[in-house]
DNA sequence: CTACATCCTCCAGCGGCTAGAGGAGCAAGC
DNA sequence: GCTTGCTCCTCTAGCCGCTGGAGGATGTAG
């Protein structure tokens, strides 16, 4: 268990070697120890910290908002109001962005469905782009 | 209608007058003609484009993509196939990133739905963060 | 003639990495 | 011992698409 290195701490969370090193650089993860040679030497604790950052990170949240996360993970008696309202936000975001995105795929999806694959002069998909009046949606 | 400053550029176009500089600086906007004091004077022509820019930009389009399709409406005669793959490419984009934020919000909604509003020790965000077995989805 | 708005250029910074240069250390095979 | 090849180190620069600020020139109104 002891003397995890670089390359298996990377293996064993999913977060590659150089973001690690980032990670550690800019305060996420704690300076770990070095061996003789200089090298870093991991702990079971950096893994569950790296795959803690990696899982928040694919569920997108922000590297500051991660911080917050783990500042609260590390003080386990205090309220979680706080990790409730960062998740809450980050729901309400993810929310947001997805219904921008389906009107987006509508939009563009008019585009593509219109397209009479003639030349450029009568194609639909620059033309919309062109002029946005011809959008289906006017709140952009 | 002539001599349009940046200001009315940016006002009409929709875009900043930062980026509107930004896009002549790469290359994406034709470098417009100066006055006496070494101001932009911007044409029709400009603003048409810049709203085509913008336009893109909220669609998604990547700045390289939008360099292509600003280059096939330079040529009008010649085929849109190239602009319908780029839009069927950007369509595709979008599902994907829809199918994971849908996937991504059902995970924060069991989150924040189980969080007992207790204390840090026993929240599920935490928890859930922390350990990716206790996800619902096990393809990240 | 002053005040203020607008413009200019140049450069640095954002987030979140990622890649490369240039070098050190370590284990295994000869 | 010596070489090969892998891993590691630090440091710096680059990616995208802007955005903001410094410091200065010009234009316009009162």
Redesign the pocket.
Known sequence: MAKI????A?HDSGV????I???EQIGLLPSPR???????VFEESDLRRLTF?RHA?ELGF???AIRTLLDLQDTPDRSCAEADAIARARLADVNQKIRSLVALRAELEVMVDSCTHGHVSECRVIEVLADHGKCIFDRH
Do not use: H, L
């Open positions: 290195s670089i390359k298996e990377a590659k070697i150089p973001t090193r980032y990670y070095r061996d003789g040679g200089n090298r870093r950052i990170r922000e590297v500051d």
